[in-house]
């Protein structure tokens, strides 16, 4: 089974306040999507998909030559949409892993667990628990702790929202279920969009298994959406370069002031 990694990197990113396509902005020095692919790439056998939108020149210009796949979303309908953008691309028999461009410190070794299960034919879902989950789609969960559903802030109770473990939106799926559950999806919520998360619900009703697995830190799984988020991003990742070149035996006389990019 081959795996196939669709990343999202279609959206504006209005709250950047600057004409340069959300992903192409940079942490040490290098693009927040280069981040993801890079981390994408070192999984074994697998093929990039890449899901554009605004910016689409300055964003594929900026990868040429990167071995990648493009494909093209018009219109801002949701992630289930953007998804299915690149669908065509990808054989039925392979493993789709959803990422997105702007969450830049995603590891490796995380997608490769989900990829792992989602090989069994389970839906792998990463999801985190945060003390203020406000604006996330909260994870339901019956009294057995089996994953039902996904609920988005919006469209959540009162009593869902006080659930604290959130959608990060990144999952893994067998390719022929998910190309049965897109067309499948509504836009009949408060967005009006058409939500990927709306495929827990089909998995757990044609008796998928829906795996939940969390990453290392919080930061692993953070969105960039504004440049408050993408400076207190860019010290986290300076501050994992540092511990490495100390480990490693550099002396740092302030490493929470050290820079490396490049």
């Not at 998909?49 to 990167?66: L, M, P, R, S, Y």
């Not at 839906?123 to 559903?149: E, F, K, M, W």
């Not at 008796?207 to 939940?212: I, P």
């Amino acid at each position: 089974m081959s795996l196939a990694v669709v990343t999202l990197a279609a959206g504006k990113g209005s709250r950047m306040k600057s004409p340069l396509p959300k992903v192409l902005h940079t942490l040490a020095g290098k693009p927040m999507l280069g981040h993801v692919l890079e981390a994408a790439m070192q999984l074994p056998q697998a093929s990039q998909h890449v899901v554009i939108g605004h910016g689409a020149e300055a964003v594929q210009a900026e990868f040429e030559g990167a071995g990648v796949r493009w494909a093209m979303q018009t219109e801002q309908k949701g992630t289930g949409h953007a998804v299915a953008q690149a669908l065509p691309d990808i054989a039925d028999d392979a493993v789709v892993l959803v990422l997105y461009g702007d969450v830049p410190l995603i590891r490796t070794e995380t997608l490769a667990r989900l990829a792992e299960s989602a090989a069994k034919g389970a839906l792998a879902l990463l999801t985190v628990t945060l003390a203020d989950p406000t604006g996330y789609g909260r994870i339901i969960r019956n009294d057995a702790g089996q994953v039902q559903a996904i609920v988005e802030h919006k469209d959540a109770t009162e009593a869902q929202r006080l659930v604290c473990e959130v959608n990060t939106g990144i999952l893994a799926v067998p390719a022929s279920l998910l190309k049965a559950w897109l067309p499948r999806l509504s836009a009949d919520n408060a967005q009006g969009e058409y939500y990927l998360t709306d495929i827990i619900a089909m998995a757990v009703a044609d008796g998928v298994v829906v795996e939940a697995q969390q990453p290392t830190s919080e930061a692993e799984v953070e969105g960039v959406n504004d440049r408050i988020q993408l400076a207190r991003l860019e010290r986290v990742y300076q501050a994992g370069l540092a511990h490495e070149w100390m480990a490693a035996g550099v002396a740092l006389a302030e490493p929470d002031r050290i820079d490396i990019s490049g």
